[in-house]
């Protein structure tokens, strides 16, 4: 089931795209107006419901609700909203550089910026995804194709994106509800569902995907964990630890791997999922968001506000001192070692040092 982190990033959709090609030329949407309509701009923005936050070189980028976006030039200390096409609520954001980004949320919205976030365009949306669907179901002469392609047409852009992973300014995945994914390898100008490459028959809900170890893993809804070792072609279920949804992962270059979620409950493997070994987080509600710090330290943060801290890895991890703050949904080290946090209560900065961790 999806619970009550994920309801925050995802409405609960009921459809999934069906494969074909979609352009970045989405086709006029008057029957969706959030889809046409720009991010009203908002004094009230850095309060409002924001669900990740990223780096894009020495910029801050913070995406939530109604397609807001916010910019930092000083680690943190201000904030400005950018254009934004659309007025759905973003889920996720990831920049490759200091100029080339993408943004995902509702309705299948696909952003992109090419200019550090200051301006977005939109590349893909639920409508365009579905007509397309259609096209080619239509195409391919599959009765049941067929069927489900025009349900999933009458019934609307239902399908919210989750997370995202470009390796650079070309390759990426967008992963959502219902086991839905697409890859492209222009940068978003052509996407092509990529649900049939992935051992997901029940079409659970894919929640993050990253890189470790020269691998792909994507994460998901009952314990789902999935691992790619020839460059995204094709994604393999590995064995689970957990029957319980994961929300996020957290990799590294050598192969290590922090999976996240429900309860509290958090895996690492040093051997690319091969084996995983059960981490006590000392907490008992959902762990939502996790980064890497300057210095190497690893930071989970939970539904409740806790942050955690391990120095080796991910392997173990312990309570940083102080009172928990507002629900967390991301957190990323600010250039100036800085930490920001959104989550339902907009953005927190917290400065350099950090409170000692709990023995």
Known sequence: MIGNFSFTRALLLTALLLPGWATAQSAATPQIPLLNQPALQSAKAQRSVLLAVTRAGERLVAVGERGIVLLSDDSGASWRQARVPVSVSLTAVQFVDAEHGWAVGHLGVVLHSADGGETW?????????????????????????????????????????????????????????????????????????????????????????????????????????????????????????????????????????????????????????????????????????????????????????????????????????GPAGASIAGLVAAPDGSLIRVGLGGLTRQPRDLPSAQR
């Open 121 to 321: 365009v939109k590349q893909l949306d639920g409508v365009r995804a579905a007509q397309l669907a259609l096209a080619s179901a239509e195409e391919g002469g599959d009765a049941k194709l067929l069927k489900a392609a025009e349900w999933l047409v009458a019934d609307g852009p239902d399908k919210p994106f989750l997370d995202l992973y470009f390796s650079d300014r070309r390759h990426g995945y967008v992963v959502g509800a219902y086991g839905l994914i697409l890859r492209t390898a222009d940068g978003g100008a052509s996407w092509q569902p990529w649900m049939q490459q992935v051992e997901n028959p029940e079409g659970l809900n894919l929640y993050g995907i990253r890189a470790a170890g020269g691998a792909l893993f994507i994460a998901g809804e009952r314990g789902l964990l999935l691992r790619s070792s020839d460059n995204g072609q094709s994604f393999q279920a590995l064995d689970s630890p957990y029957d319980g949804s994961f929300f996020g992962l957290l990799g590294s270059a050598r192969g290590e791997l922090l999976a996240f979620g429900l309860r509290g409950n958090a895996y690492w493997s040093g051997d690319r999922g091969a084996s995983w070994q059960r981490i006590d987080t000392g907490v008992e509600v959902a762990l939502s968001a996790a980064t890497r710090l300057a210095d190497g330290a690893l930071l989970l943060a939970s539904q409740a506000g806790d942050l955690l801290i391990s120095r080796d890895q991910g392997r173990s991890f312990q309570h940083l001192a």
